[in-house]
């Protein structure tokens, strides 16, 4: 399964109440006609209180949605998003709808990070109207080699973040790039990663209370950069189900 994850935010001066209103009732309905499409969901983001010494609070909160969809492969969602797209309508406040990064990922983590080797995956997780899921969307600096970036992260950052108090899953995603013969957006992203908590309380017990001392890359810091977003365990929209318990009216 190939997902097609966005981070998204509408543009500066619209009012989320009006993106929100063009996002849900009329681009969704138009995506969900894509063609071989197997999941579509989105979830609106949760906002932080407060924030870890090395960002802000605008920064962690910047994003308004992270959205999925997903397909059983590449040439699937070639015929879907480039061969057969449909002609979606402009929202009504500009020529863009929404501002985004993007990535492809598989549907099954590529490290499972709290679990040893070996073992079932670490997929226990507390009540889910509590969950708090904190994705990360990163890339290496420009001027470290993919081979070190990784070498870094798997071996010394993720061995020191897996220790965070409270942290109840963490596992992570390499981005995926499209075959031969198939061209996509792929950005620069390199990887996709998750770190979930109880609720709201855990993660800022972990995460800024008792938060690690990172050890910095050999190639120093940055160690990557990234984007981040809170979101819930379920979406708030699932638009092929609303799609089929709709029928022709959505």
Do not use: C
Request: net charge negative; charged share 25%; aromatic share 14%.
């Amino acid at each position: 399964m190939l997902r097609w994850l966005f981070f998204l935010q509408y543009p500066e001066g619209v009012p989320k109440e009006a993106g929100e209103r063009w996002y849900l009732e009329t681009h969704a309905r138009e995506a969900a006609q894509l063609g071989k499409l197997r999941r579509y969901r989105s979830w609106e983001t949760q906002k932080a209180r407060l924030a870890p010494p090395w960002t802000t609070t605008g920064r962690l909160n910047r994003w308004d949605r992270v959205t999925e969809l997903v397909f059983d492969n590449w040439e699937d969602w070639h015929d879907a998003a480039v061969v057969n797209v449909p002609d979606y309508t402009p929202p009504g406040y500009g020529p863009r709808g929404f501002l985004s990064e993007s990535g492809f990922f598989e549907e099954e983590p590529t490290n499972d990070l709290l679990s040893p080797a070996g073992s079932a995956p670490g997929t226990a997780t507390p009540d889910t109207d509590s969950l708090v899921r904190w994705l990360f969307i990163l890339r290496y600096p420009e001027s470290v080699p993919y081979e070190a970036g990784e070498s870094w992260y798997l071996g010394t950052h993720t061995q020191e973040a897996k220790h965070m108090a409270g942290l109840r899953r963490y596992v992570s995603w390499v981005a995926q790039h499209p075959p031969e013969g198939i061209q996509a957006p792929v950005g620069s992203w390199n990887r996709l990663t998750e770190l979930a908590f109880a609720d709201w309380a855990a993660w800022e017990e972990g995460a800024v209370m008792k938060m690690p001392q990172w050890t910095p890359p050999p190639y120093g810091n940055p160690g990557f950069l990234s984007e981040t977003a809170f979101v819930r365990e379920l979406p708030d929209h699932d638009f092929l189900a609303q799609k089929n318990a709709s029928g022709a009216r959505w």
